[in-house]
């Protein structure tokens, strides 16, 4: 079965922790995205990953990290630098290579709550 | 600033009502456009793309939108919705085939009454 999965789907964390999000795809995409959702703002783009061992920052990257040393494997940490990390988090991957015309698929997302 | 805009934010119909839910963006030259939905607890799901070609998109579930370049619109219409397409919806846009980034609008909250 085919698809993106997220782990753990809730998470709790008091503040001053770092915490680490999964995110896997057995989808065979290059491509990996991490989101954050807040009510009413839509999703916005934290990091993104094109290729093995290679990511960028999107628009509110401060305060998270990643890495991508699988091609299947984009972990989100969020760190004590980030100022207000209680979100959901969506994980999204899509196939690059096939052609340019395709779009981003999601993970059931991971609901972050700093206690 | 470069964005999106969903100017509905909570839609209220009964259902077998027509659905038209707006989104604009302010970015010139070419751009791929979303609608998604995300059904209360389930992933956000593609609804529609437009890429290039026909203007009027048709998408799961009795969907379509219409890209409008000369207004920068992709509307997300529905004939005759269900108390099942209760839901969010938001509209996205990349400018970027490459990259695939995308930038979301704030995202319409629609609740169809049976």
């Known amino acids: 079965d085919g698809g993106i999965t997220q782990s753990p789907k809730y998470l709790f964390r008091k503040e001053g922790q770092n915490v680490t999000l999964s995110c896997e795809q057995n989808l065979n995409h290059d491509a990996m995205y991490w989101y954050r959702q807040d009510p009413g703002q839509g999703l916005r783009l934290i990091y993104y990953s094109q290729i093995v061992n290679d990511f960028q920052k999107g628009d509110i990257a401060e305060g998270y990290s990643v890495s991508r040393e699988k091609k299947e494997s984009f972990p989100l940490t969020v760190t004590s630098a980030q100022k207000n990390p209680t979100a959901f988090y969506l994980c999204a991957s899509r196939d690059a290579n096939r052609g340019r015309h395709r779009a981003q698929y999601f993970g059931p997302g991971t609901r972050l709550t700093v206690l | 600033a470069q964005s999106v805009s969903q100017h509905n934010h909570h839609v209220i119909l009964s259902e077998a009502a027509s659905l038209e839910l707006g989104c604009n963006y302010s970015y010139g030259g070419t751009v791929n456009l979303f609608w998604y939905v995300q059904y209360p607890g389930q992933h956000l799901q593609l609804l529609l793309k437009?890429?290039?070609?026909?203007?009027l998109v048709k998408g799961i579930k009795g969907f379509e939108a219409e890209f409008i370049k000369s207004k920068f619109s992709f509307n997300l219409r529905k004939p005759s919705v269900q108390w099942s397409d209760t839901a969010e919806y938001f509209c996205?846009?990349?400018?970027?085939?490459?990259?695939?980034?995308?930038?979301f609008g704030q995202g319409t909250t629609l609740q169809v009454k049976p």
């Open positions: 996205a846009v990349t400018r970027s085939s490459n990259t695939g980034k995308l930038i």
């Open positions: 437009y890429f290039s070609g026909d203007p």
